[in-house]
């Protein structure tokens, strides 16, 4: 028995050790660095502040659950409470807490100890976990971190939620405070903590800041490479998932979305055509402006004739690239384009059906927002399943376009390059496409979301000519995205993993 009890202390005194002993899981190299500092300071009062951004998927919330089963049985005899704040109750909070079950569950001291109350807190003897939201709405205020303070994805958490609800849990305590989560934009409240704890860092030595790329965590266990290297391939390295996600890297909270390495990925070298090609497979995106009324105008003397125009855009679909295991997506090759400016949609119907029907297009991705939705009805009663309708919102226009960066930064787009000597209106619409790409600006919003906000703005002007840009053509292009999804694809897109660790099953096997 007094060896039982020696054991017991001496698992007790090494976090690692107490891991490896009543998990059955070994910490990584990066994942025991970081253990052993948080609990040096919980356990010593040092009431540090530690900023830990591991890339998606590499073990950053087991070894949160880890670091909280370890402390919650070493003061299991106190009165001491740990706070954990995640940005949304479902499905964050939720899967914490499944996760912190799981861990204390296999836990050897504690599996048959540990009590749930309330639905969200966790105890071990006198010992408390609770779990919080931080939501914005969330009613928050009153809870105290004695022992340690831990903001989940502290990169989705408003600043201002955490500074007025959050930051006072630890005040009067000076609890240990712990900021997780992945690269996002420069303006987050994790990257704000970062700055803090980086001058610290240099002030005294002490290390306060982990920031891991997908490299390092590969160097440990090779099969994450891999995994990582499929989520390359199928976004491109430069797509800002990729990039925040994976490799730790920092993107501006806004800015130009299409700087010139970008646009470069979509110049293609095929001729634009006028009609099909035997044995080709094509697709058509239609994004629809308002008609003008008063008919018989040519467009020089509409009141706006800089205004959006409806824009017709026709791509040859590559399904080779289904067969390559890393994209399992089609390539789309732009071909064809058409405006139509201050035309009524009556008229539009019967040209877009001739198109179609010359094209013998799979799909017709149409605008079916606002005036949009009767020209989308019309078609889609003569061209029935082949027409998918696309309603914009700020959910939908968002998501089409982190699925247009990946079909970009992927390589799997590319437009029509007009030959020597070739202008006219294929020519001219090229060149307005690639003057509508270079103005479209992108916002980040904050939040969990990860919702952009893009578009050309208002006030974007040809510097030659002083007339209105407008993004019609970009958009036609986006919606081809849209194809990705239809049954010739294996696979979706992937713009913004999943919560779940494919790591765990790798240490379950060893």
């Not at 190299?29 to 010593?44: E, G, I, K, L, T």
């Not at 749930?116 to 971190?145: C, D, E, M, W």
């Not at 020597?420 to 980040?444: K, M, N």
């Not at 209105?468 to 913004?496: E, K």
Request: net charge neutral; with cysteine.
């Amino acid at each position: 028995m007094t060896n039982l009890v020696e054991l017991l202390k001496k698992v007790l005194r090494d976090v690692t050790l107490f891991v490896r002993a009543t998990g059955g899981l070994k910490l990584r190299r990066y994942q025991d660095d970081v253990a052993r500092a948080v609990v040096n300071s919980v356990v010593h009062r040092k009431g540090l502040t530690f900023v830990v951004i591991f890339p998606r998927q590499s073990g950053k919330n087991e070894l949160q659950a880890q670091i909280q089963a370890y402390l919650l049985t070493l003061f299991s005899n106190q009165a001491q409470e740990i706070v954990q704040v995640s940005p949304t109750w479902r499905p964050q909070t939720e899967n914490a807490m499944h996760r912190l079950e799981s861990v204390l569950s296999r836990n050897l001291i504690v599996k048959d100890r540990w009590e749930k109350h309330f639905g969200h807190i966790y105890q071990v003897g006198q010992a408390r976990l609770v779990f919080l939201s931080g939501s914005p709405t969330a009613n928050i205020v009153g809870a105290t971190a004695n022992l340690l303070l831990s903001i989940d994805e502290a990169q989705d958490i408003l600043t201002e939620k955490f500074d007025k609800d959050i930051a006072p849990m630890a005040a009067s305590t000076n609890a240990t405070r712990v900021f997780w989560g992945t690269a996002w934009t420069s303006n987050t409240l994790l990257a704000r903590e970062e700055k803090a704890a980086r001058a610290l860092q240099s002030a005294d030595g002490v290390r306060r800041v982990w920031r891991l790329s997908c490299e390092q965590v590969a160097a440990e266990v090779p099969p994450y490479g891999q995994f990582v290297a499929e989520q390359v391939a199928k976004l491109g390295r430069n797509h800002p998932m990729v990039r925040t996600q994976y490799y730790s890297e920092d993107i501006d909270a806004d800015g130009g979305l299409f700087p010139p390495e970008r646009l470069a990925l979509m110049i293609g070298v095929h001729p634009p055509q006028t009609q099909p090609q035997p044995g080709c497979l094509y697709a058509m995106t239609l994004d629809v402006a308002g008609e003008d009324e008063s008919t018989g105008e040519e467009a020089s003397q509409l009141a706006n004739p800089g205004r959006d125009a409806t824009a017709l855009t026709i791509a040859r679909v590559n399904l080779a690239t289904l067969k390559d295991p890393a994209l399992g997506l089609p390539t789309y090759e732009i071909v064809f384009r058409q405006q139509w400016i201050g035309v009524k949609h009556t008229a539009i119907y019967a040209q877009i059906l001739s198109l179609a029907s010359t094209w013998r297009v799979k799909y017709l991705i149409a605008d079916a927002t606002g005036v949009g939705a009767g020209l989308t009805a019309f078609l889609s009663r003569s061209l029935g399943g082949r027409v998918i309708p696309f309603q914009f919102n700020s959910r939908t226009k968002s998501d089409l376009g982190w699925a247009f960066l990946a079909m970009v930064d992927s390589g799997r787009l590319k437009d029509y390059a007009p030959q020597d000597g070739q202008g006219g209106e294929l020519g001219a619409l090229h060149r307005q496409f690639l003057e509508q790409l270079s103005a479209t600006q992108y916002e980040i919003l904050p939040g969990p979301e990860k919702k952009i906000r893009w578009s050309v703005p208002e006030n974007a002007r040809n510097p030659a000519t002083g007339e209105r840009i407008h993004d019609d053509l970009v958009i036609g292009a986006a919606l081809l995205s849209q194809l990705d999804l239809m049954p010739w694809s294996h696979t979706s897109p992937a713009a913004v993993v999943t919560a779940r660790d494919p790591l765990e099953e790798i240490d379950r096997r060893k």
